[in-house]
């Protein structure tokens, strides 16, 4: 079945710094990937389409230049989280559409906290 | 830090039991709909899927109802198990490759 890689797993920063979470889609070509942030007992939040070759679309109220996202290659899509500050600490989760199937898979997740 | 935030409804069911999850959601125009069931600390798990042309699909143990009048969609689990204790999130996806995700319910199984 269809795997996505999400790497790191978690990470610390201290604040000011940016951190750059990476989504792989392992055994499939995707056009399309999402990232999602999840708040501790909440739902997930779409944050952005992340689009293979042109821009990421940005969901309302997500900043485009505080969360840059990169869709390189049809399997890789990277999210940066720069000037980061505690209050973006939260799970950060990725997406890949895998339109062999009209499916959607998920990575593990990236817990970042922000000290 | 932490954001306060609604905390989830949660289902309780005896082991053995079936569980219900109920889920409304909010586009008329959705054509489809996912369920995923998240365990802490991980990325969601794809559980069922159902087309707005059908009504009902089973998997293993798992049944999905889609009732478009309504706009609610159910997931029956059957004869609940321990390892089914997660958090489970109905996703739905209108007009554009996004996936819109409901509030989400924890089920908890005791023995």
């Known amino acids: 079945g269809a795997v996505v890689s999400q790497h790191p797993s978690w990470v610390i920063c201290k604040s000011g710094t940016s951190v750059k979470i990476e989504c792989r889609s392992l055994?499939?070509?995707?056009?399309?990937m999402f990232w999602y942030r999840q708040f501790p007992k909440q739902s997930l939040m779409l944050m952005a389409t992340?689009?293979?070759?042109?821009?990421?679309?940005?969901e309302q109220g997500v900043e485009k230049d505080k969360f840059l996202i990169n869709h390189a290659s049809l399997t890789l899509s990277t999210l940066t989280v720069t000037s980061a500050h505690p209050e973006d600490s939260s799970f950060y989760i990725c997406s890949a559409r895998d339109t062999r199937v009209d499916g959607y898979t998920f990575g593990s997740g990236t817990r970042l906290t922000v000290v | 830090g932490e954001s306060v935030g609604l905390h989830l409804p949660t289902l309780s069911v005896q082991e053995g039991d079936n569980s219900i999850i109920n889920c409304a959601y909010s586009n008329s125009a959705s054509d489809y709909f996912i369920w995923y069931k998240q365990e802490s600390g991980k990325g969601p798990q794809f559980i069922i899927d159902?087309?707005?042309?059908?009504d009902k699909r089973q998997g293993q143990r798992v049944t999905v109802l889609l009732n478009k009048t309504v706009k609610h969609l159910s997931l029956q689990i059957a004869a609940t198990q321990p390892g089914d204790s997660a958090v489970y999130f109905c996703a739905e996806r209108a007009n554009t490759d996004k996936l819109i995700f409901g509030t989400g319910t924890r089920l908890q199984v005791f023995p």
């Open positions: 055994d499939f070509q995707a056009t399309t």
């Open positions: 159902i087309r707005s042309n059908m």
């Open positions: 992340s689009n293979e070759g042109s821009k990421a679309t940005y």
